[in-house]
């Protein structure tokens, strides 16, 4: 069993994690790359991708 601190390092972990994916997503959309080749660095959808573009006064260039 996993103590009550591991437990918590665990989730900040995947919290910065899931931060780090939307800044890379964010700057790569910025960078009009490819949405095939976001995905492929981030497992995002194109539907989350959309989320997070509009989010953040975005528009995805298909």
Known sequence: MCSIGEMIARENLEL???QSYEQISLLMLQNSEPLNKI???????????????QK????IKH
């Open 56 to 59: 953040n006064g975005m528009t």
């Open 39 to 53: 995905m492929m660095y981030t497992n995002y959808t194109p539907d989350r991708l959309e989320e997070l573009a």
């Open 16 to 18: 910065g994690r899931a």
